[in-house]
């Protein structure tokens, strides 16, 4: 008898780019598991259309309607509980969570991050890149920890900063490897292939000691990189 795939909820406040991408990969058959439902805490978040246009559940979890971060992360996990969710992730779910949130889901949890961390924690990463003049830049798909963007990298896709490069180039450009790295890592989870142990990922039995890099470079002739 076939195991089931493994249910995604995916996270979004907002256009759901990242989203439109890991619905792409799984009408490929990229993804080992499958989407099962968007959640946002916002009603208007265009990924809820995408959402939509897939055929998938679409829920609204609204955080103003909860007095603080614990309580609305409460519900945001009876929700996905109520869902039968094995995987969350996080795309462009712009709500710093609780250990309420993340202990339930540990090891279980995935972000992706507009820089390559653990340069440029936090938000305004593609000006603050520009700024400390970095040669390299791009996004980091990592762990969900208690500690905002700090838990382990996973996958890194990795640009060249050059001269002419303004914010909204380098916004641009990282965006693309974002959609590029993601459904990777969420295929590794969901097969079982990428594995927290502690504190520490294993990706085929093996310890990641530093995130796997995907250079844009190696990209530019191929739409969506291999999962092998």
């Given at each position: 008898?076939?195991?089931?795939?493994?249910?995604?909820?995916?996270?979004?406040?907002?256009?759901?780019?990242?989203?439109?991408?890991?619905?792409?990969?799984?009408?490929?058959?990229?993804?080992?598991?499958?989407?099962?439902?968007?959640?946002?805490?916002?009603?208007?978040?265009?990924?809820?259309?995408?959402?939509?246009?897939?055929?998938?559940?679409?829920?609204?979890?609204?955080?103003?309607?909860?007095?603080?971060?614990?309580?609305?992360?409460?519900?945001?996990?009876?929700?996905?509980?109520?869902?039968?969710?094995?995987?969350?992730?996080?795309?462009?779910?712009?709500?710093?969570?609780?250990?309420?949130?993340?202990?339930?889901?540990?090891?279980?949890?995935?972000?992706?991050?507009?820089?390559?961390?653990?340069?440029?924690?936090?938000?305004?990463?593609?000006?603050?890149?520009?700024?400390?003049?970095?040669?390299?830049?791009?996004?980091?798909?990592?762990?969900?920890?208690?500690?905002?963007?700090?838990?382990?990298?996973?996958?890194?896709?990795?640009?060249?900063?050059?001269?002419?490069?303004?914010?909204?180039?380098?916004?641009?450009?990282?965006?693309?490897?974002?959609?590029?790295?993601?459904?990777?890592?969420?295929?590794?989870?969901?097969?079982?292939?990428?594995?927290?142990?502690?504190?520490?990922?294993?990706?085929?039995?093996?310890?990641?000691?530093?995130?796997?890099?995907?250079?844009e470079e190696e990209t530019e002739n191929t739409q969506h990189a291999s999962t092998d």
């Amino acid at each position: 008898m076939t195991s089931p795939k493994p249910r995604i909820a995916v996270l979004i406040s907002g256009s759901g780019s990242n989203l439109q991408a890991l619905l792409d990969a799984a009408a490929q058959g990229a993804l080992a598991g499958e989407i099962s439902a968007v959640i946002s805490n916002r009603n208007d978040a265009y990924g809820l259309q995408r959402a939509a246009a897939a055929g998938l559940e679409q829920h609204v979890v609204d955080h103003r309607n909860y007095p603080d971060r614990e309580s609305f992360d409460a519900a945001l996990v009876a929700k996905l509980k109520e869902l039968d969710t094995d995987i969350v992730v996080l795309a462009g779910f712009m709500r710093i969570l609780t250990p309420t949130f993340i202990e339930p889901f540990w090891g279980r949890l995935l972000n992706i991050h507009p820089s390559l961390l653990p340069a440029f924690r936090g938000l305004h990463t593609h000006q603050r890149a520009l700024e400390e003049q970095v040669s390299e830049h791009g996004c980091t798909v990592h762990f969900v920890t208690p500690e905002l963007d700090a838990g382990p990298s996973i996958i890194q896709g990795v640009i060249r900063v050059t001269e002419q490069d303004t914010e909204q180039t380098l916004q641009r450009r990282t965006q693309r490897m974002e959609h590029l790295i993601y459904p990777r890592a969420v295929d590794w989870l969901s097969s079982g292939r990428l594995e927290l142990d502690g504190n520490l990922p294993h990706l085929d039995g093996e310890q990641l000691k530093a995130p796997v890099r995907l250079h844009e470079e190696e990209t530019e002739n191929t739409q969506h990189a291999s999962t092998d």
